[in-house]
């Protein structure tokens, strides 16, 4: 067990809808990263937060978005989801800036039909 | 840019064998961290190493050792007396110590581990 804590693990929508995940980190890790993974772009980084300010950009789309709250959980919300979104979304926390370790969650399963 | 390379895409083995994972990468920073991580089949990602670039001695863990070699660029992983619980999809991963501290990940190579 990682200690992070990714809510829900699978997700099944349709085209055009709009999804939140949901990520608790490892107790005293003060940024959040997301991860994509597809079978045709394998693990790709998508945003990073630092003790709940954006740190860094990825390949995020225009249609996603995340935020980092104060109590810093971490929510990344996809809207107007497209076939292509179905992946593994996963969430990853470290102590510091990016340096340490990164620690995964268990990642959500989105499939869109 | 940072590239990963794992070229083996899949690995099949017999049990108790010795199997070694490929992995090179690219960068253009001097200061990085390289790292493995293992994701089995129930899919979660779990951290294995850690090493940053200044530090070149191989690492043993139980049945698990890394060969890192700044010459070649490569960071390889041996597993001793593989086991079939072993089986998983190992990623190899690059992170520099500027700019975004962003993992960026090979493409994985899928061991199988026959009994």
């Not at chain 2, 790292?35 to 940053?52: A, C, D, M, T």
């Amino acid at each position: 067990d990682s200690g992070v804590t990714q809510t829900p693990k699978h997700l099944i929508t349709a085209t055009g809808q709009r999804v939140t995940l949901r990520c608790s980190p490892r107790s005293g890790d003060l940024s959040v990263y997301w991860y994509q993974q597809s079978l045709d772009q394998g693990l790709q980084f998508l945003i990073q937060y630092y003790n709940g300010e954006e740190r860094a950009k990825g390949n995020i789309l225009e249609r996603f978005s995340a935020q980092q709250f104060p109590d810093l959980h971490s929510e990344l919300n996809l809207s107007s989801l497209e076939l292509g979104d179905s992946a593994l979304y996963f969430c990853a926390s470290s102590k510091d800036r990016g340096l340490q370790p990164q620690h995964f969650g268990d990642g959500t399963r989105l499939s869109i039909l | 840019a940072q590239k990963v390379t794992q070229a083996q895409t899949e690995i099949s083995v017999v049990e108790k064998e010795d199997v070694t994972l490929d992995c090179v990468y690219e960068t253009r920073d001097t200061t990085y961290y390289l790292f493995w991580y293992k994701q089995p089949p129930s899919g979660e990602l779990v951290f294995l190493i850690r090493r940053n670039s200044f530090d070149e001695q191989n690492e043993i863990s139980g049945r698990y050792s890394w060969n890192f070699q700044k010459s070649t660029s490569s960071f390889n992983f041996t597993i001793t007396a593989s086991q079939v619980v072993d089986s998983a999809v190992y990623f190899c991963a690059l992170k520099t110590y500027q700019g975004a501290q962003k993992l960026v990940f090979g493409q994985g190579t899928r061991l199988t581990i026959n009994p």
